[in-house]
Structures are given as C-alpha cells and as structure tokens.
C-alpha cells in the first residue's frame, strides 16, 4: 500500500484543470502499487488512476513507460491508457513529482488463481508481447541478466542471514546461468513483473493488466518464465504443473515457442527465480524499521528456484511431447 | 492509511452475493480511516465503501454507528447509507471481523478550507444534531468528560516526554474543567470527530460527513468546540477569528444556541482541545515503532488549549455582542 505524497483539493483541481475531464468528483488514495502514490480520481469524464511517480522510478525511464502504455492501449491491449491534457501531454508534474492520469481498469487481482485463469495470463502475456512488438522505445532490463552479478555482490554473505548457504547458492546459479544462458532467442518488450497483483479478473475473464513500471527489452521467453514463477506455485510452496500446462496453452494459443526457446524454459525459470531471490534478499537484507512498505520474503523464491534446478526439461513444466518436436 | 485485512477474490464476490448489488467490478483497499480497513468497492449497482472493523473499535457499538447513519440517511443528512443485505442486515462478518458496506459519497477532503467551507461545516453540524435528536440509540462517549482522568493517569509524568510541564498543565486542566463543568446543556448524539478528513467538499458545496466511529451522546455545544478546535487554526498554529465566526453564524443559523451554551464555549472548546491533547499524548507515548499509522502530534493541541485559556468569553470565537444577549 502507498500514499508517498500528500495532495491537496486545490492542488488537484488545479491539475485536472488542465485536461478535458470536467471537475473533479472524488480523489482517494488508493493502496496499490509499492514504488509509487496511487490515487482513485472521479471526475465528470468517468474513473481515472493518478499516479504519482516517487523516487524509487527513474524519471527518465518514464517516456517509455506511457509510450509502452498508449501503444499496447491503442493496439486493444486491456491496459491503463494515459490521459492526454489540452496540449497533448500525458507526463506531467505534481507537488513537485511526476505525475500522469490513465485510464481506471475494472477487475479485482487474485490471490488464488484458477489454472483457467492462469490460461488467460499465458494468453495475454503473448498478446502483449506480439502488440508491443513494433513499439519503437528501447529500455535495458536494468534487473535483467547483466545486473544480477551487481546484485549479489551488494548482498554478499549476509544473503547467509536469510537461510545457511544462500550466499554460495546464488554464486553457483550465477555461474551456471552465465555458462548456459541462451543466445539468440526472440526479444521484445516484456512486462517483467506480471504476478497476480498485477492482473484484474471479472470472473474468468482477463480484464486488464497494470503496472508496466518495470517493462524493458528481454526475452520474451523471460517473461514466461517469470509468469510461471509468479503464478504456478500454491502457497504452500507446491509447483502446479496443471497450471503451468495451462499457461503455456495460453501462450502458445497465441504465439508459437520456438523450439530454442522450449529448450531454455527451464533455464529462463531458473533465472526468473533467481531475479526475484536476488531483489528480494536485497531488500531484506537492507529494511528499514518502520518502513510503510514490507519486504517480502525471499525464502519462497530459494524453493522455487530448486524445483526448477530440478527440471530435467519444458516436460516437467506440461508442455506436451509432441510440442516439443 | 489503513488496510489491516486482506481480503480476497473469492472472499468479496461470496460476500457481495448476500447482498442485491449485482456482480464485483473492482474492489480496491483505499487509504482512508486509521481504525479500519477500507474498501473501494464498484458493483453493477454502482460504488460503495466496505468497512472491516478492525480490533481499536467495540464491536458492541457497531449496531449504534450503523443505526445512526440508517437514520441519519434517512433524515437527508448526506452521509454513508448502510447497505442492507437480503436478510436486512447490515452488520456482517467477513474474514473474521465485522463488515459493513456503505454508500460511497462524492467529494474530496480539504486541507486548508476557506471560511465560506469552514461555515458549511457549521451548517452541517448543527443539521446532524437536529436529525439525530429523535435517534433511540445511545452511546456514552468514553473519551469524553468522565474519561479523561483515566487517560491522564495512564500518560503520568511521561507527558513530560513531550513537553516539559505538561503533566501539569493537563492536571491543572482537569481540576479547572471538573470545577468549571457547565450542567444542564442541551445533549444529543454528537460526531465527536469532525474534523477535515471526514468532511467531503464540492467546490464549496459540502458533499457529505464520514466517520461516525467515534459519535456518542453528549453536549452539542462541545461538538462545537471539537469543529473549532479541527478547523478555525492555521497550520502555523495561528486562530482564525474569521472562520470561528462563519462556523458559529453556520451554525447557529440552523440551531440557535442557548444563552448558557454560549457563556460555556470558551470552557468547552477548552475541553475540546482537552480531549485531543490526552488522546495524542497517549498515542505517542505508546507509540510502536514500525506502526502502519504514525501517532499525531500532541504539541498542536496544547497550544489550541493555550488558545482557549487565554479567552475571556464567546466573543473570543468572533460571536457578535448582539447574540450574546
């Protein structure tokens, strides 16, 4: 949950002021988002989201961010869609940050997804995929496979805090993943974060996805990975390969695998895995007492990461036999 | 900003289906209140507010909070409606606590309100008196009068931690209000807590009152010096005679003021400030490092009691000498 930055009535009249939205009918904050202070806005127009963007984002990522937005929008991908003020700028500053009003998505994200709905995801990752393929913005995946090694170094032994061992852990995946990386596989524009927080659902239907604050070039077959990491475990640690067969369905209902990129499944789940260990045992490790926002725990991501170290290819993952051909 | 209960998918849609509010389109935790959990939620019928009570609030006096708006709704005050389920109830459980679904008013709250604002504030109190006057429920106020003995006993010499002397200005505090206590005031139901954040403005229309967690029986003056207390200071600490005026002529121009409330306006707003000194105190000195909701600080209320102490009578809060007769 996050409001960062306090906005007054007259600051936010203020701001509408400069769209075509009529006035304003209601301005609460809202608790979704970690990075960022996210506001529900009512006008006389309809629902909008104003977010405002606090430090944590680069600023100077942020003209990718609602480029990305309004390309998949006007390709018919369900996302939020900047609004544009009466001079055509959708990036703007408010009480001192930058700020941008997009569009109110309707939906409610789950904590328990179905393995139907997780078809839905895989169909939707590929759309999004295949939409943002002619997008025009580049942005390096700055927690991407070239930032991992910087990572583990910022954590160092004390990873050993979180669980014994986890330190070498990471120094051996991270060796492993630099010998086996796969080379050459298709790239584009991926979302990089789509967990359950990040997708709304009207029943089994996929209504929208939110959050694009980490999207940045990588493979697409990456993303996947992450997608299966994000919604094919229970809670209780347990790999579902129901559903993973369903997001791969989903997937590839849509945009057909390579056979180089089903060979690196495993590998791309490992490091999907690994990403998140590493980000969240850096955040662990560095917490601030009394912070609004709790880090999460690493722990979940160490399991996930040896059930796919286990993984003797994309079968322990349900994909078919015959796909794999 | 408050969401202590996370609720989940399955768990909004199975308890929204008690009620005829058609299928969940978004349900989203909201940053209001510091007691509850909020909840934005939109069904097809249109926007509501779902209230989980969490532990600071007696669920004995829940049916007294969602009786008094019923009736106050009812009597054209505009604030949250209780929706009744099927069976006719409002007072729910969900996710083990009580549960409530409001009617979502329209508005934003104000941080610097004008004095035209700041009479509507006035208006609409003395119209929440009157409604509430045929109210049958009754709830004593256990942070009023009798109460604050305790609460001062409880911070002890520690105030002193926030303000060298403090203990004793708020025992001598209490030795002058238990001496000076006006009897025989007219009573009724009061909000108790009506301060901006729970005053909802369009424009300069006011749009509605929120937050009843707090109303109880006592004196509708004191009401009065709890809104001056909230809303004639300046954040600078400064008194605004100006506002003080347009919120008693608000006011007193739907509810005339007895003579004796008007002789005992400097003594309640004392009282008043009395109050929120002794809460805000406590709340400090109890702090938990870590907390999601940061403790006000006391010091503000001291120098609001500084304020009314140094008053000599009614006209101190900008009533004109012709009301005083």
């Known amino acids: 949950m996050a409001v960062y930055t306090e906005v007054s009535a007259d600051d936010i009249n203020a701001f509408v002021a400069d769209y075509d939205l009529g006035a304003v009918l209601t301005f609460k904050g809202i608790a979704e988002g970690v990075e960022n202070s996210n506001y529900l806005l009512q006008t006389e127009k309809g629902n909008f989201i104003l977010t405002l963007y606090e430090k944590r984002v680069d600023a100077r990522d942020l003209p990718f961010f609602i480029g ?23 990036l703007k500053t408010l009480c001192g940050r930058p700020a941008a009003i997009v569009t109110f998505l309707q939906g409610i994200s789950l904590k328990r997804p179905s393995p139907a709905q997780v078809g839905e995801v895989g169909r939707a990752l590929a759309e999004l995929h295949l939409a943002a393929a002619d997008f025009d913005g580049y942005r390096a995946n700055a927690l991407g496979h070239d930032g991992w090694q910087d990572l583990a170094q910022r954590c160092g032994a004390r990873a ?9 852990t990471i120094a051996d995946e991270l060796q492993f993943l ?14 990089a974060d789509l967990f359950p927080d990040n997708v709304f659902f009207l029943g089994d239907r996929l209504s ?8 940045c070039n990588d493979l697409w077959a990456y993303d996947l990975g992450i997608c299966i990491n994000a919604w094919c475990f229970e809670s ?19 945009r057909r695998l390579e ?17 998140f260990l590493l980000t969240r045992t850096y955040d662990w490790l ?18 996930r990461l040896r059930f796919h170290q286990s993984a003797t290819g994309a079968q322990a993952y349900g994909l078919e036999q015959e796909r794999l051909t």
């Open 208 to 215: 929208g996805l939110i959050d694009f604050y980490f999207a």
């Open 68 to 90: 990305l937005m309004d390309h998949l929008a006007a390709k018919g991908i369900s996302c939020p869609r900047p609004v544009h003020d009466k001079t055509g700028d959708a």
């Open 178 to 191: 630099a010998r086996a990386w796969p080379e050459g596989l298709p790239e584009g524009v991926i979302h």
């Open 286 to 303: 560095n917490r601030v007492e009394g912070a609004l926002v709790k880090p999460h725990n690493p722990i979940p991501f160490l399991e």
């Open 236 to 254: 209780d640690g347990a790999f579902n390969v129901t559903k993973a067969r369903r997001m791969l369905a989903g997937y590839t209902a849509v």
């Open 259 to 275: 056979s180089r990129e089903i060979d690196a499944l495993p590998i791309l789940c490992r490091a999907a895995a690994l990403r």
């Open 160 to 168: 050993d805090e979180i669980a014994p061992g986890l330190a070498q």
